[in-house]
């Protein structure tokens, strides 16, 4: 999956597959995380956020089915 840098202190990129609703993001740790089901106004909430992290916390985990790659 494609996914954009963004500027976080915790997150090194982000993408979202529309199709599936899958929402990958890579630490940077280099941990790389898919979350399922996840809506497009969710992907779209993230990369908007000012702080790509707060938002991943307070609306993708503990939400979304995850699996770690």
């Known amino acids: 999956m494609k996914r954009d840098s963004v500027q976080s202190s915790n997150i090194d990129s ?3 597959d529309a199709d599936q609703m899958t929402l990958e993001v890579e630490f940077n740790d280099g941990s790389i995380y898919q979350y399922f089901d996840v809506p497009k106004h969710v992907y779209e909430g993230l990369m908007r956020a000012e702080s790509h992290g707060e ?3 307070q609306n993708v985990k503990g939400i979304y089915r995850y699996r770690r790659l």
Do not use: D
């Open 55 to 57: 938002f991943l916390h």
């Open 14 to 16: 982000v993408g979202y």
